[in-house]
C-alpha cells in the first residue's frame, strides 16, 4: 500500500472514512454546525451528523464525524462514529484519530473500538462470532515498530472491548492505520446487518434502554475529561451538540 501524503493527511484520511460510512445510507438526512474558537471566534471545526437506512438491511444507523483543526495549538483530529440501531445487538463502531505537535514531534493517536451491546458472559459465542475476526488487526497495530498505548481511563476501558485500540503511532504509519480501520468498518457494516443472535431473545425496547444507559455513560464530562478540554476550546454549547448527537438525542 503506497504511504499516504503527511501534510493535512488526517483530515483528509478522515474524509474517505467518512465518505465510506455514509455512501451506503439510503435517503440520508444531514445537520451541521461549525465551531468556533472562543478566544478569537475563528471557525475551526464541525460537526456533521447522517442519519439513514444501511443499505439493504434497512437498518437505521446514524454516523457523527466531528472536526477540529487548531493550528496554533497543534491540534488537528477527527471523532468519527456510527451507531448501530439502538434496539439492536450490533456494536457501535467509535474511533477518533488526532495528530499532536509537542516540541517539534508530531505524532498521530488513534482510537477505534467496536462498542459491545451485549453481555459477553452471559453469551461467549459471541466473542468468537463478533470480535474474532479483528483480532490479527488489533494485532497488526501493536506489531508497529516504535507503537506506545495510550493510556485509557479504567472506567473508558471497562465500557469498551477487549478489541479497543489506542496507540500513538508515527503519521508515516498511516497506511497500517487506515487498514485497521478499513477493518473494524467493515466489521462494523457486516454485524449491522447480521445482528448477533443470542441464545435468549432480548426485549428491543430492554435492548435500548441499555443503549441508552451504556452511551450516557461513556460519553459523560465525569468518565472522559476530552469533554471539558473541548468545553475550553469551543464552549459548552457546542460540545453540548456533540455529545446529545453521540448518546442519540440530537
Known amino acids: 500500500m503506497a504511504g499516504l501524503p503527511v501534510e493535512g493527511a488526517v483530515q483528509r484520511l478522515a474524509d474517505r472514512w467518512s465518505s465510506a460510512l455514509i455512501a451506503p445510507l439510503v435517503d440520508p438526512r444531514v445537520a451541521a454546525r461549525t465551531f468556533t474558537l472562543t478566544e478569537s471566534g475563528d471557525v475551526v471545526g464541525s460537526l456533521r451528523v447522517v442519519d439513514g437506512a ?3 438491511s434497512a437498518a437505521l444507523v446514524r454516523v457523527v464525524d466531528t472536526r477540529l483543526t ?6 488537528d483530529s477527527v471523532m468519527l462514529h456510527a451507531f448501530s440501531p439502538s434496539s439492536s445487538t450490533s456494536p457501535h463502531l467509535l474511533s ?3 495528530e499532536l505537535t509537542t516540541d517539534g514531534r508530531t505524532e498521530w493517536h488513534f482510537h477505534v473500538d467496536l462498542m459491545p451491546r451485549i453481555d459477553l458472559v452471559s453469551s461467549p459465542d459471541q466473542i468468537d462470532a463478533t470480535y474474532t475476526p479483528l483480532t490479527a488487526s488489533y494485532e497488526s497495530v501493536h506489531a508497529i515498530e516504535g507503537m506506545r498505548p495510550i493510556t485509557i481511563p479504567p472506567q473508558l476501558r471497562a465500557l469498551s472491548s477487549g478489541w479497543l485500540i489506542g496507540a500513538i503511532v508515527r503519521p508515516s504509519n498511516a497506511p497500517s492505520i487506515d487498514a485497521v480501520f478499513a477493518d473494524y468498518s467493515q466489521r462494523w457494516r457486516f454485524l449491522v446487518a447480521q445482528p448477533p443472535k443470542l441464545a435468549r431473545a432480548t426485549d428491543p425496547l430492554v435492548q435500548a434502554e441499555r443503549d441508552r444507559t451504556h452511551r450516557a455513560t461513556l460519553f459523560d464530562p465525569t468518565t472522559d475529561i476530552v469533554w471539558e478540554f473541548l468545553a475550553d476550546l469551543i464552549g459548552q454549547d457546542d460540545v453540548d451538540a456533540v455529545i446529545a448527537a453521540v448518546k442519540g438525542e440530537g
Open 54 to 56: 444501511l443499505g439493504d
Open 70 to 75: 487548531i493550528a496554533h495549538l497543534g491540534i
Open 96 to 98: 477518533d484519530l488526532a
